[in-house]
């Protein structure tokens, strides 16, 4: 069983930025495959980005190419999500996940474990 808990997130103007950290417990997550959702009222669950258990693979949205950066510190046990330039249709609710494997995948069903999520207000 793995416990993931995320933090940072908050209420920042547009083009502030913002960094969530996902903190994971329960077993080592160096052989996880990380991923940051999100999701806003009365949207479903999308995916953000995720980064491969030894951190030389990353994959991002395209709404978040250029902006947002994963990283992931194994010794840590902690997976980090850096967003700049943010922009209102930014917010929302920000989740971290993780699944078995070494296949960065966009659909939510596929990860295992969740975090309670971490909220993302983005003000104009």
């Known amino acids: 069983q793995v416990q993931l808990v995320e933090s940072g997130g908050g209420l920042v103007q547009a083009g502030g930025s913002l960094r969530l950290s996902c903190a994971a417990s329960g077993r080592p997550n160096s052989r996880y495959t990380m991923g940051w959702f999100r999701q806003a009222p009365g949207k479903e669950r999308e995916f953000v980005g995720g980064i491969s258990w030894s951190g030389g693979g990353t994959d991002y949205a395209d709404s978040v190419k250029g902006r947002f950066t994963i990283s992931r510190d194994n010794a840590k046990n902690t997976v980090y999500l850096q967003m700049n330039s943010l922009k209102p249709e930014d917010t929302a609710v920000y989740y971290c996940?993780?699944?078995?494997?070494?296949?960065?995948?966009?659909?939510?069903?596929?990860?295992?474990?969740w975090g309670q999520g971490t909220q993302v207000t983005v003000s104009s």
């Open positions: 996940a993780a699944r078995g494997g070494a296949i960065i995948n966009w659909s939510p069903g596929e990860y295992f474990y």
